[in-house]
């Protein structure tokens, strides 16, 4: 059976590569290196070494992915004649390298003998130039990466690849949503290569302003150690608020205390959005965020639940109700999306101590008690009718619901001239809820139009004050008759 060995030529310095390494090459195996832009090939050339590299197929492909599974296509056609091969690759085979991570699948898959050889990394020259010790705790990522995976400010981070200037324009562009654009940071530019490396520390807003950067650049961001930054510093934050010597106030705060707050920050996003203030709604979302970190905090503190168990909650969730977007892409039909979340809900939420024929008949009434009494009564009823229409408990459109509203409105003015005030207050209910049904047949919220119409109805009344305060009288002074005039004529404004 075919054997491959994998090894590493080191970051670019000739004394770096290993004498395992260099003993494996110089045998009778072809030599496959993954690219020969590297500056040890020079060394290699001059110790006789034959190769065939894979650079060609940067050329040809069309994306790095593409280029990753030809390289491995053909290691696994040669490997399959029965020759042992070297495949050969800049660093350490094991640091941020893609080729070397589908082979060792493939080659598991295929039951192919291969053996790794390690190799200095580009990490630890990059340690040494910078004089720092990993263990105080560094992320390393590739700059294709960022996007997906945007670094932590309150850990110092390595990004690889910055391999021209215009990856180093995209890079900055990202970390300047992060980081302040004067933050310094450290460009390191031929790591490890004598004679040739560069350490040049500039300011964030001038990563793409180097001329020196190529294929081996790298940056490093030290750590946040004077502020609070990210989604982590805002968790910091909230322990230190919560700690001995944090704030009083925040100190003695319960889920219970914190109600109202969580109520009213959800209104001022809401808020926000209808008034089109994004710059406020950053503000406001920012402020609602800090409420659930709260909540979280505290349920730390009392062993019930963390921040991560919150995050890992949704995550979880969203992946088993969106299946057609997470587990079977080909399954996706927009016309089912709706039902597929409604049985996945009602699944999760399901009690196994009900016997199966009890849960079905009672399972819409049990989702209808389930909605929070917290929820504004429009939008409550409004749930519940549309949980009903699920049995095909509804009306085809709006206009036949429209005759429960006369029907209604009819039964009220009844109960008013009966003075009955029981009777009153539920006919009046029986009325708004009519209402809300007919609103959910239009597909229009009745909360946010009962909101534009409130909304509206302050406009016109300040546009009243304002008549008033021409003819110089307060609304007051006017009969019933006369603002009602001045109601009109504010319409008309």
Known sequence: MSHIDIVGLGPG?????????LALLKNTNQNFFRTEIHPVVDFIREEKISYESFDAFYETEASFEDVYEKIVEKLMMVAKTGQDIVY???????????????????????????????????VDVTMNALEEDPIHGIKIMDAFDFKQSPPDPMMAVLITQVYDKHMASELKLGLMEIYDPEKKVVLLINSGIPGEEIIKEIRLYELDWVDEINHLTSLYIPTEKDGYLGFNGTLAMMKTLRSEEGCAWDRIQTHESLKNYL????????????????????????????????????GSEESRFTMNNVIKGINQKMIRRHPHVFLDKADFDPLRVETNWDAIKRLEKSDSSHPKEIETQHQISREMKHIPKAMPALMEAYKVQKKAS??????????????????????????????????????????????????????????MSLRKATQKFINRFEAMEKIGNQ????????TLDQLDAIWNRAKGL
């Open 13 to 21: 310095n000739p004394g770096q590569i290993t004498l395992e390494t």
């Open 88 to 122: 050969a690759v800049p660093g350490n085979p094991l640091f941020g390298e893609k080729t070397v991570e589908k082979l060792i699948k493939v080659a598991k898959i295929e039951g192919l003998d291969y053996h790794i050889s390690p190799g200095v990394s580009f």
């Open 263 to 298: 109520l009213e920050e959800s209104y001022e996003v809401i808020d926000a959005i209808d008034n089109e203030d994004w710059e406020n709604l950053t503000e406001e979302l920012g402020d609602l965020l800090f409420q659930i970190i709260f909540h979280s905090e505290i």
């Open 390 to 447: 699920k049995v095909g408990f509804d009306w085809g459109d709006a206009l036949p619901a429209m005759d429960k509203i006369v029907e209604e409105t009819a039964e009220l003015w009844e109960a008013m001239r009966a003075e009955h005030s029981e009777n009153i207050e539920e006919e009046l209910g029986d009325l708004l809820f009519s209402v809300v049904n007919v609103a959910r047949l239009l597909k229009i919220q009745p909360e």
């Open 471 to 478: 003819e110089k009288k307060s609304l007051n002074d006017y």
